[in-house]
Nanobody
Framework: VQLVESGGGLVQPGGSLRLSCAAS????????MGWYRQAPGKQRELVAR???????NYLDSVKGRFTISRDNAKNTVYLQMNSLKPEDTAVYYC????????WGKGTLVTVSS
């Protein structure tokens, strides 16, 4: 299974970005899909996760600002990020569970004026 993330970039504080992660290859049955992030000098952390039944959970600091969703027909997961803050700056990684965990290579999100 290969994962390709897109949608990262530079945005001003208060702005929005939408990340996408498309899975391809020998897909069997994708269960949970999620977004993680890793800022410089910090550990990777779970940002948002969505199950096959569309149950979601979020990192406390992004609740009310970020929304995770998925399109099962396209094997794609999205992360809509609004009201971005400088502390959201990080490399964002997609992770998919399909019998085992698969990771994308990451996309950089920079929030700065």
């Amino acid at each position: 299974v290969q994962l390709v993330e897109s949608g990262g970039g530079l945005v001003q504080p208060g702005g929005s970005l939408r990340l996408s992660c498309a899975a391809s290859g020998s897909i069997r049955s994708i269960n949970a899909m999620g977004w993680y992030r890793q800022a410089p000098g910090k550990q990777r952390e779970l940002v948002a996760r969505i199950t096959s039944g569309s149950k979601t959970n979020y990192l406390d600091s992004v609740k009310g600002r970020f929304t995770i969703s998925r399109d099962n027909a396209k094997n794609t997961v999205y992360l809509q990020m609004n009201s971005l803050k400088p502390e959201d700056t990080a490399v964002y990684y997609c992770k998919v569970l399909d019998g085992m965990d698969y990771w994308g290579k990451g996309t950089l999100v920079t929030v700065s004026s």
